[in-house]
C-alpha cells in the first residue's frame, strides 16, 4: 500500500531553516509528481509547492517562493523541502502528497501523517 512519511520538523527560531523529508513506499515513486501541504490551526489545507516526476519542473505557492525548495531523489524514493528565512506564519503541520499524475497536476491521492514545524523564538 501506499505510504508517506515525513520527518525533519521541529521548533525553529525567526528566519532560520528546516529541512523537511519524505519516504515514500508502496508504489513506482519516479513515475509520480510530489507534493507538499501545509495546515495552520484552524486554517484550511493550503498547498506549497509541487515537484515532476523527473524533478525538472516545480511550482510554488507565492507565500514561498524564493524561500522554500523542493526536490526529490528517485533512487532513495524521497521527497524534500528546504524551508529557508522561516517566518511565524510558516507554523503549521506539513504534508507530503502524492500528485495522481506524473507532471504536476496538483491532484493529489495520498497524503503522509503530517511533521509539525514551529517557527517562533
Known amino acids: 500500500q501506499v505510504q508517506l512519511v515525513e520527518s525533519g520538523g521541529g521548533l525553529v527560531q525567526p528566519g532560520g531553516s528546516l529541512r523537511l523529508s519524505c519516504a515514500a513506499s508502496g508504489f513506482t515513486f519516479s513515475n509520480y509528481a510530489m507534493g507538499w501541504v501545509r495546515q495552520a490551526p484552524g486554517m484550511e489545507r493550503e498547498y506549497v509547492g509541487a515537484?515532476?516526476?523527473?524533478?525538472?519542473?516545480?511550482s510554488y505557492a507565492d507565500f514561498v517562493k524564493g524561500r522554500f525548495t523542493i526536490s526529490r531523489d528517485n533512487a532513495k524514493n524521497t521527497v524534500y523541502l528546504q524551508m529557508n528565512s522561516l517566518k511565524p506564519e510558516d507554523t503549521a503541520v506539513y504534508y507530503c502528497?502524492?500528485?495522481?499524475?506524473?507532471?504536476?497536476?496538483?491532484?493529489?491521492?495520498?497524503w503522509g501523517q503530517g511533521t509539525q514545524v514551529t517557527v517562533s523564538s
Open positions: 502528497a502524492r500528485d495522481s499524475e506524473a507532471w504536476t497536476s496538483l491532484k493529489f491521492d495520498y
Open positions: 515537484i515532476s516526476w523527473s524533478g525538472t519542473s516545480k
